[in-house]
């Protein structure tokens, strides 16, 4: 192992051009730091490698494959280096911060994400700050987790939420404290940190093969076309769709709309056609307490898993891990409905 780390690039605006039709994303990365960062800047970072995916994209059109892809170039370059960042776009970053927790759980290296909000060739940009803090991140030796650097804040990964479409403080982890901030120096919530397990093994980690179209997230709202959406779920399944996974957003502590019959009746079915039903809720921080009113209790009669205190991108990306994981769907229950700190079975 070197000294080193690899920044992983995979898009997003950090990377971007202007174009007649937007920011696009852009080749190049290392050419544009050297112009960029002055020679006193470059000299002061943690010595780095750069590897730019050949498919450079804005994270807007992230698909779950990306996240094989992503997985598979950390794993390759494992034993040659002693942390990473990855940088990409930000909206869909919280997502793959999840994710990657989810498949290196235990990891005995730091994977720091970041990005910025506006790009690096241009003026204001956040990416050096962004990047620079990142890197220093990945260099720190007590840190075995993966994270999301943004804005001054480093995020456990799957607590991250991103916040603010425009704000330079684009993230935050709204129900776990931060890990670490920084200020003149770099300061971590050592406490909180994951201790590193003793099991971590990167020769046997197995890079799941994720699929598009598995995972259907259905938020809960005030006169949802709960008719409609009941026959359009009867279709689909009915044609062989591969949705195995329903990530439910209802109210409060868990609550759905538990007198609409035709509501009940799609999770009613789901359930009984041993489709994993995770249940989280719209609120940002707090608790679940499915069945604390009558309406929650009959999820619990349902066998819906309550979600406890996860994010929207949490739950998406532990549903697509879970339907890779070589269990049965009852042991993928279990693993779903295991608090998230990272832990994988
Ligand atoms: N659309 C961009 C992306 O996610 C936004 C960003 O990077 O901030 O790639």
Same mark, same amino acid.
């Given at each position: 192992m070197t000294d080193k780390i690899l920044i992983v690039y995979t898009g997003g605006t950090i990377g971007m051009e202007p174009s007649d039709q937007g920011y696009v994303p852009s080749a190049?990365?290392?050419?544009?730091l050297e112009r960029q960062l002055s020679h006193s +800047?470059?000299?002061? #970072? %943690?010595?780095?490698?750069?590897? @730019?995916? %050949?498919? /450079?994209? *804005?994270? !807007?059109? #992230? =698909? $779950? =494959?990306?996240? +094989?892809?992503?997985? !598979? &170039? /950390?794993? =390759? =370059?494992?034993? @040659?280096?002693?942390?990473? &960042? &990855?940088?990409h776009g930000t909206d869909s970053m919280a997502y793959t911060a999840s994710m990657l927790s989810f498949i290196f759980a235990g990891t005995d290296k730091p994977i720091i994400l970041t990005g910025s909000q506006i790009p690096l060739s241009q003026a204001r940009s *956040?990416?050096? @700050?962004? /990047?620079?803090?990142?890197l220093a991140f990945a260099n720190v030796p007590q840190l075995h987790e993966v994270c999301l650097y943004f804005g001054g804040r480093l995020l456990r990964g799957n607590r991250a939420s991103k916040v603010a479409s425009d704000g330079f403080t684009a993230f935050d982890s709204p129900n776990y404290s931060w890990l670490g901030d920084v200020g003149i120096n770099l300061r971590l919530n050592e406490a909180l940190l994951l201790p590193q397990s003793e099991t971590f093994n990167i020769i046997q980690?197995?890079? $799941? *093969?994720?699929?598009a179209e598995r995972v259907l997230v259905l938020p809960i709202y005030p006169g949802m076309p709960s008719q409609t959406l009941s026959v359009l779920f009867d279709n689909a399944l009915s044609g062989n769709s591969a949705i195995t996974g329903i990530v439910l957003q209802s109210y409060g502590v868990g609550n759905p709309p538990d007198a609409d019959p035709h509501f009940m009746a799609l999770l009613e079915k789901a359930c009984q056609r041993d489709l994993l039903v995770l249940n989280i809720s719209h609120c940002h921080s707090g608790h679940m307490a499915q069945g604390a009113y009558a309406s929650g209790h009959a999820l619990n009669a349902l066998n819906v898993i309550s979600g406890n205190d996860m994010t929207l991108e949490a739950a998406v990306a532990k549903m697509n891990m879970a339907l890779t994981l070589p269990l049965s769907r009852q042991q993928q229950r279990e693993w779903l409905a295991r608090p998230v700190c990272g832990e994988r079975s």
């Amino acid at each position: 192992m070197t000294d080193k780390i690899l920044i992983v690039y995979t898009g997003g605006t950090i990377g971007m051009e202007p174009s007649d039709q937007g920011y696009v994303p852009s080749a190049g990365l290392y050419n544009l730091l050297e112009r960029q960062l002055s020679h006193s +800047t470059r000299s002061t #970072l %943690p010595p780095h490698d750069l590897l @730019e995916l %050949p498919e /450079l994209i *804005d994270s !807007s059109n #992230l =698909q $779950p =494959q990306h996240w +094989t892809q992503i997985a !598979s &170039v /950390l794993k =390759q =370059q494992w034993h @040659e280096y002693r942390g990473f &960042v &990855v940088l990409h776009g930000t909206d869909s970053m919280a997502y793959t911060a999840s994710m990657l927790s989810f498949i290196f759980a235990g990891t005995d290296k730091p994977i720091i994400l970041t990005g910025s909000q506006i790009p690096l060739s241009q003026a204001r940009s *956040d990416g050096v @700050e962004n /990047l620079a803090s990142a890197l220093a991140f990945a260099n720190v030796p007590q840190l075995h987790e993966v994270c999301l650097y943004f804005g001054g804040r480093l995020l456990r990964g799957n607590r991250a939420s991103k916040v603010a479409s425009d704000g330079f403080t684009a993230f935050d982890s709204p129900n776990y404290s931060w890990l670490g901030d920084v200020g003149i120096n770099l300061r971590l919530n050592e406490a909180l940190l994951l201790p590193q397990s003793e099991t971590f093994n990167i020769i046997q980690l197995q890079i $799941p *093969d994720f699929q598009a179209e598995r995972v259907l997230v259905l938020p809960i709202y005030p006169g949802m076309p709960s008719q409609t959406l009941s026959v359009l779920f009867d279709n689909a399944l009915s044609g062989n769709s591969a949705i195995t996974g329903i990530v439910l957003q209802s109210y409060g502590v868990g609550n759905p709309p538990d007198a609409d019959p035709h509501f009940m009746a799609l999770l009613e079915k789901a359930c009984q056609r041993d489709l994993l039903v995770l249940n989280i809720s719209h609120c940002h921080s707090g608790h679940m307490a499915q069945g604390a009113y009558a309406s929650g209790h009959a999820l619990n009669a349902l066998n819906v898993i309550s979600g406890n205190d996860m994010t929207l991108e949490a739950a998406v990306a532990k549903m697509n891990m879970a339907l890779t994981l070589p269990l049965s769907r009852q042991q993928q229950r279990e693993w779903l409905a295991r608090p998230v700190c990272g832990e994988r079975s």
